[in-house]
């Protein structure tokens, strides 16, 4: 088969603001194992330039792909482009099948079956095992009923199979980095880059997250294969920076050292960057050395609120002492801290924000980043959310950098001003001015300016964006925006059993 896998442009901020792109692991981890089938596959990314639609429709029909396949990190607020697009190109050839996977499809795939007829298949879940499989029931013209994970309109009729097994051996499956040209992509200010996952999933049960459900119970890959391939990518293809995808790669203390300890012995010159909870980071105060020896340079850190009340509503499991604490030790041995918070999960009053604001302060982490609380319909959350009215439909900006729910006790412009005001003072006040210009460490100095050059541009970026996009007043409310909660169907995904797969062997 003719595979087409394509990236479609984000207009969000993490695509359009940095001249950096990284490569689209999702889609690359499907092109691996359908490379390994014997198919022939290329990747669009239409993320450079940015592509318009008509380019990649063109460059599309030069390939003549069977099938073409779709799946975009930006999830949910991918879906509205991935649409335009998937639309464009199946006009364009109206016999190659269209395939979508993702995290946003996996939940909603009645609605795209509903309404987007070009649309032959979704593949929900892991993609790996379920797209081999897509692939050659669409080659072989068979039924796609017996392929679990799978969505597609049976006689007329949306219809889900039932879920496929988690991967348990996650190195039984390669990724495709033969799909892409290393030298296009890069990261922390233009330096050689992927993204990478060494695992999947994570124990905690935040209940405003999108992820935990989707990957199901943690699993890694086995930790000295997974650090020989990043030495591997380094040696042969010169990438400098490894971007973690994870969810929370540091969950096994014991795994994470024989990771962490194989890349230092491979003696490699990495710069490690990635998420992590603050509990690990304290957790594991005796091996930070070994963390800065293999090259972390920066965590981002989800705090979402340094208020204990509202970690206790979203269930983050966290505590304020621990996030200051994981912040010292960090910084205690040269690791960069990223602190995410998150604006709206109750709906603040000014005095709210001005403790938050104390309290991020007393913090003191290296850099920050806060984002709008974003529901999505297959989390707990939403049903504490159901009832807030939405502000903002057009879906392409539920990308945590735009208000989308209204709060009661102030307008979005002010909520904005508070947003902006925190982010200001905590990167603008004389220590983080002093660790970004006059840091002693190079590497440090640099990866704090190259965030704060990013900074400056997003600043006008989003304030221009809020004054030009119109917020709907008396918008729907969030079910009514969405459709009813489906955090039923998440328990659901995140019930599934795990299964060892035998026939696939990785080949990196
Ligand atoms: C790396 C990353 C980025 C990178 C993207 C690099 C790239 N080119 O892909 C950067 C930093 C640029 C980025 C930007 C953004 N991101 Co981002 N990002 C992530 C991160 C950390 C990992 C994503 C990833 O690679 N996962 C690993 C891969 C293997 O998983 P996957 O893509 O889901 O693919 C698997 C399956 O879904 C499925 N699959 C996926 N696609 C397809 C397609 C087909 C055909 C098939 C069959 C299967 C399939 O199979 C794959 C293998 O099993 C996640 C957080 C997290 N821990 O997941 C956030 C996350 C995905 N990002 C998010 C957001 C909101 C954004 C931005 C919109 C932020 C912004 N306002 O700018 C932008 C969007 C732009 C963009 N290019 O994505 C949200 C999405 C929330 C949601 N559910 O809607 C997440 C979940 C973060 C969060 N917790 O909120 N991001
Ligand atoms: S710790 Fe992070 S990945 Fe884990 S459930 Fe909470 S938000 Fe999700």
Redesign the pocket.
């Known amino acids: 088969m003719r595979i087409l ?1 394509i ?1 479609v442009p ?1 207009p ?4 359009r603001i940095p001249d950096d ?7 690359l ?2 092109g691996g194992p359908l490379l390994d089938d014997g198919h022939a596959v290329k990747l669009i990314d239409g ?1 450079f330039g940015p592509m318009p639609a008509a380019d990649i429709v063109a460059e599309a029909l030069a390939f003549a792909p069977d099938a073409v ?10 879906h509205p482009v991935i649409a335009e697009v998937a639309a464009a190109v199946n006009a364009a050839m109206p016999k190659a099948a269209i ?6 499809p ?1 939940y909603h795939w009645r609605d795209i079956l509903r309404d987007e007829p070009y649309v032959t298949a979704i ?1 929900r ?4 095992e ?2 081999r499989q ?1 692939m050659l029931a669409l080659q072989y013209g068979h039924s796609l009923g017996h392929i679990a994970g799978i969505a597609f309109r049976d006689h007329g009729r949306p219809h889900a199979t039932p879920q496929a097994p988690v ?1 348990t051996d996650l190195d039984a499956y390669r990724i495709g980095w033969e799909l892409i040209d290393h030298a296009r992509y890069s990261y922390w200010g233009g330096l050689r880059a992927v ?1 990478v ?1 060494f695992s999947r999933g994570c124990p905690h049960l935040c209940n405003y ?3 935990r459900g ?1 990957w199901t119970r943690w699993r890694h890959r086995d930790p000295v294969l997974f650090a020989k391939e990043l030495a591997r990518l380094h040696r042969e293809h010169g990438v400098k920076v490894i ?5 929370n790669p540091t969950v096994s203390k014991k795994v994470w050292t024989i990771f962490l300890e194989t890349l230092i012995a491979e003696d490699v010159d990495l710069i490690l960057v990635g ?1 992590t909870r603050a509990d690990d980071i304290v957790r594991d105060a005796d091996i930070l050395h070994l963390y800065k020896k293999a090259g972390w340079e920066r965590f981002l850190l ?1 705090m979402e609120s340094t208020d204990e009340r509202t970690l206790k509503l979203i269930r983050k499991g966290a505590t304020t002492t621990t996030d200051r604490e994981a912040i010292r030790l960090m910084r205690q041995h040269g690791i960069l801290s990223m602190a995410t918070w998150v604006v709206g999960f109750e709906e603040e009053t000014d005095r709210d924000h001005w403790r938050g604001l104390r309290q991020l302060l007393s913090y003191d982490p290296d850099q920050i980043q806060l984002l709008y609380v ?1 529901p ?1 319909r297959w989390t707990p959350f939403f049903r504490l959310a159901a009832n807030r009215r939405v502000i903002q439909t057009d879906r392409r900006w ?4 735009h208000q989308v729910l209204a709060t009661r006790h102030m307008p979005p412009w002010r909520t904005l001003l508070w947003f902006k005001f925190t982010e200001m003072v905590l990167q603008c006040r004389p220590r983080a001015l002093f660790r970004t210009y006059l840091q002693r460490d190079r590497r440090l100095r640099h990866a704090m300016r190259w965030y704060t050059q990013m900074g400056c541009r997003v600043w006008p970026h989003e304030i221009l964006g809020f004054l030009r996009d119109r917020l709907t007043r008396h918008g729907p409310t969030v079910a009514e925006f969405w459709g009813g909660p489906q955090d039923a169907e998440e328990e659901s995904m995140a019930a599934r059993r795990p299964e060892r797969p035998t026939h696939l062997r990785k080949a990196a």
């Open positions: 896998l990236n984000h969000a901020i993490g695509s792109h990284l490569p689209p692991l999702g889609l981890a499907i993320e396949l779709f799946g975009h990190s930006g999830s949910t607020s991918g395939v979508y996977g993702g995290v946003f996996t593949v879940g892991e993609g790996e379920t797209a897509l991967i993204v996952q997250c999108g992820q989707f971007n973690f995808a994870d969810e998420s989800g974003t999505h539920w990308d945590y950098k």
